[in-house]
């Protein structure tokens, strides 16, 4: 466990160096977009398989459809009961938008998180599919499903015919699930049994860890798409996850975690989170990790999967938001844009979203209800 505390200390400071340089080096590499007038706060975004549209999600207001070629919003679709902003997921079709609600108190990560997930038909504008009382819900790789997690229960079903298709319970359930891009594989997050903890060389033999593991962290398990059946449990523990994506490239599974109140650094005021990098193949937790001050965090890798980006939050005496770009492999921060450094923000928002554009060369971050679009060769 020391491994990981040095580097958890050491990330966000090498994080502040990197943004302090890009101070010192400023230069316009970047433009703002106002997005046709909108006025609410952005929470999200996410390009399409295609590459051609980015889905913005709003705290309180309509989706905006971004066209990657025009630079313009060439549509609204108005949803309701997502104040607090909204996560987005597209369907490898394009054909599919999931949609699951923020939560004001993300700081409070033990407390029950449930609310209600939608699938939009993003033709029609239409939500086809919707589940009450859910943790966390993900889209198949099939196109076709959905799989939902409730408290105590894992469901697949399909979206077209709202039929359940498979399902099993277990006691315990988190609120993060992601599905694997072969569609061979689920990931979810889920309280530790003792028998699962004794398996574990990081805590099995000490009964204080053991102890606060059983109340305090999470696993994160595998299981067979098809059969709903084991296939391997996380390495290690973690924090209370919040949010999981599978890598590109499947190899990978990105788990988002906040530690639980009980477990929180002083000072810290529950914003440290960290994520964390799982070998799909066997669940082994690695030592990369990646660290944010950002409520509900976006991350998620570049088209050629060597970079991971990840948004974090400034809080010296207002709330700016930042992008950091690091590597894959060794979590190293490599290059950032903080908005007080290039745009002199203010007071902004403690939530937001990217996306990596095609070219692999742009980056779109959000802050409040603007747009900007970073070039980062220039």
Known sequence: MTHKLSVRLLLPCAMCMLASGTMQAQQKDFTI????????IISSMELDPAGKTVAIGTMGGPILFWDVATREVTRKVDVSGYKPGMRLAWSGDGKYLLLQPMFFVVWNPNKDKRGDIEVLDVASGEVVFRKANQ????????????ITVGPSRVAVFNIASGNEERNFSREGLGYAAAASPDGKQIAIAHDPTK???LRIPTVRNDKKALKAALKY???????????????????????IVLEMKYSNSGAYIYAYNIPHTKMQAPRTGG????????????????RAIFSTNAYGADFKENA??????????????????QVILC??????????????????????SDRTGFAFLPDNKTVILGYGPYLAVWHMEK
């Open 33 to 40: 977009d106002s997005l046709g007038g909108n006025r609410y």
């Open 135 to 146: 943790h966390t819900a993900c889209l198949g790789a099939d196109n076709s499903t959905v």
């Open 195 to 197: 028998e699962e903890l």
């Open 217 to 239: 962290r999470d696993l994160v398990t595998i299981y067979d798409f098809g059969t709903l059946e084991e296939i391997a449990t996380s390495s290690d523990v973690l924090d």
């Open 271 to 286: 914003r440290q989170g960290y994520i964390n990098k799982i070998v799909s193949a066997g669940a082994e937790v690695t």
């Open 304 to 321: 050629t999967g060597d970079i991971l980006g990840v948004t974090s939050m400034e809080y010296k005496y207002t709330i700016v938001p």
């Open 327 to 348: 590597d894959v492999q060794s979590a190293r921060p490599l290059n950032s844009f903080n908005v007080r450094a290039r745009l002199f923000e203010t007071f902004v």
